[in-house]
């Protein structure tokens, strides 16, 4: 990308500061794109565009309302490094079609190992007694900052242990209890798994 000198870490502070802190928001997310523009150039020399919005919430941190999912064993993401970025891809809109098609919230997707991934929104964290299990990046889990800092805080104030592991699908049915954490829409208990 032909990213302009002036996208320094400096001006989108400055950006976000006028744009969204000064204006009274305290708590929310922010979606951010940046992106070609559609020109007559080569792809590498478009010029590029940025777009953001801004959710309020009350409390990023604070569950927001119970998620109903599914698993579909239909389409597999890969585990790759592009697979762990979210971005607009054919898996995610298959998997949002057939999760409105089925009434769920969300849906739990397989690698090609058949072992769970992530969801469409975010990746999952799985209960059982005393012990938060989560599926590796390296078995297509989102690269999250929220997940990250969320493991984090757990792990240091001893609430529980964390392991990275390999789950088959059969986790899902076995855990006392499910969340999904999205750095894009927050942090949601799974009530119901169909």
Do not use: W
Not at 60 to 84: C, H, P, T, Y
Not at 153 to 164: M, T
């Amino acid at each position: 990308m032909n990213i302009p000198l002036d996208y320094t870490l400096d001006f989108f502070q400055q950006l976000f500061q006028e744009n969204v802190i000064d204006k009274g928001v305290s708590d929310g997310i922010i979606q951010f794109l940046v992106y070609r523009n559609s020109d007559e150039k080569l792809l590498s020399q478009s010029d590029v565009s940025f777009y953001f919005q801004v959710n309020v919430l009350d409390d990023v941190l604070s569950f927001q309302r119970d998620f109903e999912m599914g698993m579909i064993k239909e389409i597999n993401v890969n585990s790759n490094l592009l697979s762990n970025i979210h971005v607009h891809c054919a898996e995610n809109i298959y998997a949002e079609i057939y999760a409105k098609e089925n009434d769920l919230d969300d849906v739990i997707l397989l690698n090609p190992n058949k072992r769970i991934a992530r969801s469409i929104f975010g990746n999952l964290l799985f209960l059982e007694g005393n012990v938060i299990k989560i599926p590796k990046t390296t078995e297509g889990a989102y690269i999250s900052p929220l997940m990250e800092n969320f493991v984090t805080f757990v792990h240091k104030q001893n609430l529980a242990e964390i392991q990275e592991c390999e789950m088959i699908g059969f986790e899902s049915q076995k855990a006392e209890e499910i969340l999904m954490i999205s750095d894009e829409k927050g942090i949601f208990p799974v009530c119901k798994i169909k």
